[in-house]
């Protein structure tokens, strides 16, 4: 159930590799500023560059269908489909009907999204314009100007500089022997003696171009390590320092006993003072935090702890569906809760996050929700076995299942 993170090792190397072969320094973010905005604001939530969404990969969309197709499709998908036009009819079909909005934009507008899909699908390299998570990973390292990676690449080519320089110095050197035995100064036999012999093997190009690669992999790899968790590690100061780590991981109080509502609902709810009055109107009473939950037991207040992971209200999502119906253990989007001190937002809680898990999950046939809901087992299994269905074939990417 690991969905797949924007930091994979795979996408590190291969950005790496891509940097390598083009011979350029990862300066991301160097998209027309009015494109990208345009397309992180209106298109991401659907289109990935490299990876398909709600809809499909955009990544050289722009060369496989000309400049005018493309604008009128922008502009009014729909009615290119009505027009009878077969590909779009068979996309349209191929992404089971989801219509695309409309966009009524000037071609300039449309061009500079365009190029920047261009631009993102030549240059994998640079994190793609997903989730508001990548996005804002790539804003921060485009403004910072001078990233890690950065620094690594001007050692790459300080270290090339070097090479040069020592070849031509070898060069020289070889020179200043082959007119010395011409002068008849060094006799073939002293000249073997005294010359080094090493000579450039295979090997050595080899072994100098994967550590080149290595640094390369290593910059990158820092680079974005140093930004994951921009959007996501949200971590307020609470009111009274309730500590994860000492509740649920040293004193292995089940998350359920506190977040009650996982049991049944939507929400998992925070617990009201009365639960840890349980424990506290007895254990360590005279701690000043714990002063703090007796004084709000006293007064009748509730403690105003700040809220962490909060979905925007167009949004639905349900803890009991989650947890008791699909079996996901909590850890699998909140991280490890039972190792924090304080809490922070472990995933990203974007709209791409939970799809993408629906696209991978496969349906449990065993669970009985499913077979309440989808009926028919024998054919359901059929299928299940065949095609290897998943949450998404089931209609986990309808729109409506995820928004009011
Ligand atoms: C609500 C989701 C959604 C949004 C938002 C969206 N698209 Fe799409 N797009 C789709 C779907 C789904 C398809 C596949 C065709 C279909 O079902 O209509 C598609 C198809 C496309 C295609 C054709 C791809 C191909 O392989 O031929 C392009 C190009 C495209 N979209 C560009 C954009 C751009 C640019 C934006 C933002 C201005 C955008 N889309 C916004 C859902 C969306
Ligand atoms: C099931 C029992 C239990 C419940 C319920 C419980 N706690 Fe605790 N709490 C403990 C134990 C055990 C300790 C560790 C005491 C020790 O270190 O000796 C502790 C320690 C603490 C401490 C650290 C105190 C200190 O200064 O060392 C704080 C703060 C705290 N709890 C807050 C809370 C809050 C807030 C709640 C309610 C949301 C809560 N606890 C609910 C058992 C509980
Ligand atoms: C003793 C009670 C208690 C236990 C046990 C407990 N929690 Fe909590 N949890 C709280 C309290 C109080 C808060 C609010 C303060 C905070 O964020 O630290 C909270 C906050 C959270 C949040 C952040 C909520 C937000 O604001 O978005 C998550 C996620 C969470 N808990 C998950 C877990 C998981 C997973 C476990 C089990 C591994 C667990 N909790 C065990 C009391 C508890
Ligand atoms: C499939 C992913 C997923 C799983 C599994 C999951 N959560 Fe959540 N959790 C979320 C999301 C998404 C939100 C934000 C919900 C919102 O804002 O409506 C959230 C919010 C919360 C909150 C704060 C808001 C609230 O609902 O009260 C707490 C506390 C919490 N989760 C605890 C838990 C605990 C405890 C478990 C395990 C028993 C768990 N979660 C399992 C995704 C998950
Ligand atoms: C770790 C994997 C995972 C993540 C992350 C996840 N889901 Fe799910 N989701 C599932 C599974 C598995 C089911 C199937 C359980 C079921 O059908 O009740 C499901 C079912 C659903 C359903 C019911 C679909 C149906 O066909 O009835 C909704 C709605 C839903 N998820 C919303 C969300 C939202 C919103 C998010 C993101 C905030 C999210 N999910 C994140 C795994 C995930
Ligand atoms: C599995 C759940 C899920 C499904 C299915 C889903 N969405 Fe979303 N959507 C979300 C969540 C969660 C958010 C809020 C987080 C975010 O903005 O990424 C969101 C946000 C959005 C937004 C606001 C985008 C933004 O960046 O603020 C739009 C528009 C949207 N969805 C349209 C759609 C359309 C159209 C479909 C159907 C093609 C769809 N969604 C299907 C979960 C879902």
Redesign the pocket.
Known sequence: MNQKQGFSLRRILFSAATLVLLGMSPMVGTAQPDGAA??NN??A???KIDQDL?????GG?TD??DEAY?IK??RN??AV?ASGDQ??VD???????????A?D?TDEE?KS??AY?KEQGTATASVAAGSPGEQALAAVEAEEGFPMSQVLWIVVFLIAAVIFFLAQQRKKLNEAYEEKVASGELNEEQLKEIKPSFKIKPIHAIGGGLTFFLIGAIGWGIDVAQHVGIQQGYQPAQPIAFSHELHAGTHEIACSYCHTGVERGKSATIPAVNVCMNCHNQIKKDAPEIKKIHAAWENNQPIEWIRIHNLPDLAYFNHYQHYKVAGIECQTCHGPIQEMPEVYQHSELTMGWCINCHRETKVDLDNGYYQAVHGNKESFQKALKEKGLTIANLGGIE?SKCHY
């Open positions: 345009l397309f209106n298109c939530a659907c289109h709600v809809g499909p990969a955009l969309v496989r269908l493309l499709w922008i998908s729909q489909v590909y779009a996309l349209y079909n191929k992404w089971n009907k989801v219509a695309m909005p966009y934009w449309i999204v365009l899909i729109c």
